[in-house]
């Protein structure tokens, strides 16, 4: 049974007590103006108004950027691979060896002379020559069994005219009449004309250049990548001086003519 008397506000007759009312208001009033000196939140309030500064305050100093690291170095390493070593100079000294067993002295003079002598004292000398400047170089025969096939930088064959006509004087150099590689045959008769003429003083002898120099038998044996060139030094017989006499001249020449195109000097 729900007793509805215990939930129940009592009823009581409090009597007005008008003498009262002004003292309570003037109560009330002392304790806002208390509580407005002591509440914690007003005051902070207060203080937190009375600490607003009247500057900006100075920008937070933000944190340095990042160095940019320098990249950690390597040591600088040589490649493993050695570059190949460049092909030799192959000189061959004219009608020198034997083929077949026979001996070849190339033109002979009345006197006996030998073309071969010539040959094979400048050859010599313009191989000495170029191994002193540190080339790699090789002395060949007429018919040298290192010939087929060869490959060089360079190959220049070395010999001489005959003694005949008495009064004939002059060098010539000529190339394969069907070069392989003509623009650099061509540049390397250049620099050996230009060199020797220049070195030993004597003119072109242009006409004299046979079949026998433009189909010689040495262009067609070696590698036909090699550039190749065969050179006719002087005249037995009107440039004897120049060949017997000062054949070192003569050999300076041949390899100035060979340093030219080596360097890519203009001719
Ligand atoms: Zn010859």
Redesign the pocket.
């Known amino acids: 049974m729900r007793d509805a008397s215990s939930h129940a506000r009592p009823q009581r007759n409090i009597p007005a007590a008008p003498t009262s009312a002004p003292r309570f208001l003037a109560l009330v009033i002392l304790l806002a103006a208390l509580g407005a000196l002591t509440h914690p939140l007003w005051g902070s309030t207060r203080s937190a108004a009375q600490n607003t500064p009247t500057e900006p305050s100075p920008v937070p100093s933000l944190p340095p950027p990042p160095q940019e690291t320098s990249l950690p170095s390597y040591p600088i390493t040589t490649p493993t691979t050695t570059p190949p070593a460049p092909l030799p100079i192959g000189i061959v000294a004219?009608?020198s060896g034997e083929q077949n067993g026979i001996r070849d002295p190339?033109?002979i003079c009345p006197d006996g002379w030998e073309?071969?002598e010539i040959?094979l004292d400048i050859a010599q000398r313009v191989v000495d020559f170029l191994r002193l400047l540190g080339y790699d170089v090789d002395l060949l025969g007429?018919y040298d069994d290192n010939l087929q096939g060869y490959r060089g930088r360079v190959l220049v064959s070395i010999?001489?005219?005959s003694c005949t006509p008495p009064e004939a004087s002059g060098f010539k150099v000529a190339h394969a009449e069907d070069s392989a590689i003509p623009e650099e045959e061509d540049y390397l008769v250049a620099c050996l004309t230009s060199r020797y003429q220049a070195r030993t003083g004597l003119s072109f002898h242009r006409w004299s250049i046979t079949p026998?120099m433009t189909e010689y038998h040495i262009f067609y044996t070696i590698d036909r990548g090699t550039p190749a060139v065969?050179i006719?030094v002087g005249f037995m017989g009107g440039d004897r001086d120049l060949l017997r006499d000062h054949p070192d001249v003569v050999a300076r020449g041949v390899a100035e003519g060979i340093l030219c195109f080596i360097r890519g000097e203009t001719p």
């Open positions: 004219g009608h190339g033109a073309e071969v040959n007429e010999h001489a005219d026998d065969i006719e």
